[in-house]
């Protein structure tokens, strides 16, 4: 099943720098690092990357063609990604499904720093993509919640790169451990991420991928 393809993605532009409310509530000039949004994610897509070439050497290929994307311009509008699907690698009609990692490395309000968790909608074959995504998360030990809040869900369903394919009736896994106080903040900074459940997160999008690429 070569000539199909499972698309795995996060996207690597940020805010650039920008003004914000410092402590005193003066405004001064930043940089928005993106650590979270979505270094987090883009990171996830090149370890995914390394195991499906080390899985390779060893002799294990999974059926189908799995493309990795690292997108640009998402924060001005989703264009790398909906210039993806107008010009894509393998027909977008043969494509599968798609995995998108956006902002996987903080916590959200409603779970503590020692939680693994992460938050999952699955657009398209809702109850098919969810039943693999929960027993993948059990094989981790990973909580998937597929109940998010309001904001979350509004970026999940609206505002990141799966919803060029969603719109085209391409299955989608959005995975993201969701808001938090440094959204969209210079404070976005790498000494703030969970690292451990991220690189779960990682694996779960790899067992996630490497089950759709071979059924």
Known sequence: KKEEAIVICGH???LGTGYFKNDQGKFEKGVY?????????????????KVFASAAQAGF????????????AEEDGL??????????IIPIEKTKAVINMDMIGRTNKFYQESDKYVNSMNKRA???LKRLNRRNG????LKIDFTPGLKERLLMNFGSD???????????????????PDYHKPTDDADKINYPRAALIARLAFLDAWSLANE
């Open 12 to 14: 690597y532009d940020h």
């Open 33 to 49: 690092n993106g650590a979270d949004d979505n270094a987090s994610g883009t990171a996830a897509v090149i370890e995914t990357a």
């Open 61 to 72: 290929k999974p059926k189908r063609t799995i493309i990795f994307v690292a997108f640009t």
């Open 79 to 88: 264009i790398g990604s909906e210039y993806y699907v107008n010009k894509p």
């Open 126 to 128: 809702k109850c098919k």
């Open 138 to 141: 059990k094989l981790l030990g």
């Open 162 to 180: 799966h919803r060029p394919f969603v719109t085209r009736d391409i299955p989608a896994i959005i995975l993201s451990t969701g808001d938090h």
